[in-house]
């Protein structure tokens, strides 16, 4: 990697950092809004969810919880029939230089390495109709992984649901 590049990387993660510090609202995962109120909430009533390269142990309860938390915006959700398209996007960038490459939910077990990464979940809510942004904000914690540890999904949950209804304190609810 180029300096210019290792720069641009040492800028990106500092301003996630500060992001994430700033934003913390207390519990372990850090919020913050993207872009807030462009768009005719009144008129939006239903929404379907999409995942991109949301990692599958991941999938179900993040989804559950995201679901629960905009449900009492006054929102229904609709696979078929919405106005709103939400996207949530997952995105991890490794903190050593040295484990750039290595995908913490990918390595192999005999790998005696601490991982540290900044996770982050990019919510994106789009009118299904014409493709326009309305809403956008993310939730990030950072993670120190040492070999052999695990995904406590019991304690992580209350985490996802108390992120994303603080993330989403902005979002105009639906009467």
Same mark, same amino acid.
Request: overall charge negative; some cysteine.
């Given at each position: @990697?180029? &300096?210019?590049?290792?720069?641009?990387? +040492?800028?990106?993660?500092?301003?996630?950092?500060?992001? =994430?510090?700033?934003? %913390?609202?207390?519990? %372990?995962? #850090?919020?913050?809004?993207?872009?807030?109120?462009?768009?005719?909430?009144?008129?939006?009533?239903?929404?379907?969810?999409?995942?991109?390269?949301?990692? =599958?142990?991941?999938?179900?309860?993040?989804?559950?919880?995201?679901?629960?938390?905009? %449900?009492?915006?006054?929102?229904?959700? &609709?696979?078929?029939?919405?106005?709103?398209?939400? +996207?949530?996007?997952?995105?991890?960038?490794?903190?050593?230089?040295? %484990?750039? &490459?290595?995908?913490?939910? /990918?390595?192999?077990?005999?790998?005696?390495? +601490?991982?540290?990464?900044?996770?982050?979940?990019?919510?994106?809510?789009?009118? =299904? =109709? +014409?493709?326009? @942004?309305?809403?956008?904000?993310?939730?990030?914690?950072?993670?120190?992984?040492?070999? #052999?540890?695990? @995904?406590? /999904?019991?304690?992580?949950?209350?985490?996802?649901? #108390?992120?994303?209804? /603080? @993330?989403?304190?902005?979002?105009?609810?639906? /009467?």
């Amino acid at each position: @990697m180029t &300096n210019s590049g290792k720069s641009l990387k +040492t800028a990106v993660l500092a301003v996630l950092l500060f992001l =994430s510090a700033c934003a %913390q609202n207390g519990g %372990q995962i #850090g919020y913050s809004v993207n872009l807030c109120c462009p768009g005719n909430y009144a008129e939006y009533k239903e929404y379907r969810i999409e995942t991109q390269e949301l990692p =599958s142990f991941l999938g179900d309860y993040v989804i559950a919880e995201f679901d629960k938390v905009f %449900q009492e915006k006054g929102l229904i959700r &609709n696979d078929n029939r919405n106005e709103l398209r939400v +996207t949530l996007s997952y995105r991890h960038i490794n903190l050593n230089a040295e %484990q750039e &490459n290595i995908d913490p939910f /990918e390595r192999r077990l005999d790998e005696d390495l +601490t991982l540290r990464y900044v996770a982050t979940i990019v919510v994106d809510i789009r009118e =299904s =109709s +014409t493709g326009e @942004m309305v809403w956008s904000g993310q939730i990030n914690r950072i993670h120190t992984v040492v070999p #052999g540890e695990y @995904m406590h /999904e019991e304690r992580a949950r209350p985490e996802f649901a #108390g992120a994303f209804r /603080e @993330m989403l304190a902005s979002y105009p609810a639906h /009467e």
